[in-house]
């Protein structure tokens, strides 16, 4: 393994643009994986790999087996203070991989498709991804106004989702909900119709909008508005909690089917 020791090194540089900076990433398709669960995620989705990372401490491990399992990657070792630079944990794992960006696939037979619109933060963009590849939606669609999908904070909170899902970044939702061919139903306060009684059995979309605005009036008008009822003295729920609330609903009735 290549051992690199100065900040000045184009490999290392390479790697804090990827870290760091969303140009870096969406200029080179590349993305930056922290800690052997999503490394094993992506390996299990036969994603292609460029490079291993490791610290000194994890190059003298058990992790360094990574580099048997992935012998066409090549590697390197930083000192442990440079490696912990690219990564936003308080106490790093000791392994980092090197990426290239699944290129979604678009196709008629998606049964469940997901639009968000305006989604801050990417620990809850994380999160709605996680819900979305757990309640077997097939295919998330992201406005231009959302967070970035391959930033390593929210590939951290999507636990390895991100490789479960087709993930379409800068979409324009009002137009996809409008040619979607079934119904998009859009969660927003002060709707009549209510979740539970909607039927989700079929084919469907789900939109979801910003944690503060919700959801703009140009998607709205082109999809079904909807609220959760919700007995108690709260005005909203957490965007990635109401998703889950809605996509689970969908898997139950599903379950009754059978």
Same mark, same amino acid.
């Given at each position: 393994?290549?051992?690199?020791?100065?900040?000045?090194?184009?490999?290392?540089?390479?790697?804090?643009?990827?870290?760091?900076?969303?140009?870096?990433?969406?200029? /080179?398709?590349?993305?930056?994986?922290?800690?052997?669960?999503?490394?094993?995620?992506?390996?299990?989705?036969?994603?292609?790999?460029?490079?291993?990372?490791?610290?000194?401490?994890?190059?003298?491990?058990?992790?360094?087996?990574?580099?048997?399992?992935?012998?066409? #990657?090549? +590697?390197?070792?930083?000192?442990?203070?440079?490696?912990?630079?690219?990564?936003?944990?308080?106490?790093?794992?000791?392994?980092? +991989?090197?990426?290239?960006?699944?290129?979604?696939?678009?196709?008629?037979?998606? +049964?469940?498709? @997901?639009?968000?619109?305006?989604?801050?933060?990417?620990?809850?963009?994380?999160?709605?991804?996680?819900?979305? #590849?757990?309640?077997?939606?097939?295919?998330?669609?992201? /406005?231009?106004?959302?967070?970035?999908?391959?930033?390593?904070?929210?590939?951290?909170?999507?636990?390895?989702?991100?490789?479960?899902?087709?993930?379409?970044?800068?979409?324009?939702?009002?137009?996809?909900?409008?040619?979607?061919?079934?119904?998009?139903?859009?969660?927003?306060?002060?709707?009549?119709?209510?979740?539970?009684?909607?039927?989700?059995?079929?084919? @469907?979309?789900?939109?979801?909008?910003?944690?503060? +605005?919700?959801? /703009?009036?140009?998607?709205?008008?082109?999809?079904?508005?909807?609220?959760?009822?919700?007995?108690?003295?709260?005005?909203?729920?957490?965007?990635?909690?109401?998703? #889950?609330?809605?996509?689970?609903?969908?898997?139950?009735?599903?379950?009754?089917?059978?």
């Amino acid at each position: 393994m290549k051992v690199i020791t100065s900040r000045d090194n184009p490999l290392f540089k390479e790697l804090l643009g990827l870290a760091n900076d969303r140009r870096a990433r969406r200029h /080179s398709r590349r993305a930056l994986l922290d800690g052997p669960h999503l490394l094993q995620a992506a390996l299990d989705a036969g994603v292609v790999f460029q490079r291993l990372v490791f610290s000194e401490t994890g190059a003298t491990g058990e992790l360094a087996d990574w580099c048997l399992r992935l012998p066409q #990657a090549p +590697a390197c070792v930083l000192p442990d203070a440079m490696f912990n630079g690219l990564t936003p944990v308080e106490t790093p794992t000791g392994v980092l +991989a090197v990426i290239e960006i699944p290129q979604p696939l678009i196709t008629a037979q998606e +049964a469940c498709v @997901v639009l968000l619109e305006n989604i801050q933060d990417p620990g809850n963009l994380g999160a709605l991804l996680r819900v979305a #590849a757990a309640a077997g939606a097939d295919a998330v669609h992201l /406005s231009p106004g959302c967070a970035e999908a391959w930033s390593p904070k929210c590939l951290r909170g999507g636990q390895g989702a991100h490789f479960l899902l087709a993930i379409h970044e800068n979409a324009e939702l009002p137009m996809l909900a409008k040619d979607f061919g079934a119904p998009v139903y859009a969660a927003s306060l002060g709707a009549s119709d209510v979740l539970f009684d909607l039927d989700l059995r079929g084919r @469907v979309g789900f939109a979801f909008g910003n944690e503060g +605005a919700g959801l /703009s009036a140009q998607l709205c008008s082109v999809a079904q508005p909807f609220i959760i009822p919700m007995p108690g003295k709260v005005e909203s729920l957490n965007v990635a909690t109401a998703a #889950a609330v809605c996509l689970f609903e969908r898997v139950r009735q599903l379950r009754n089917l059978r």
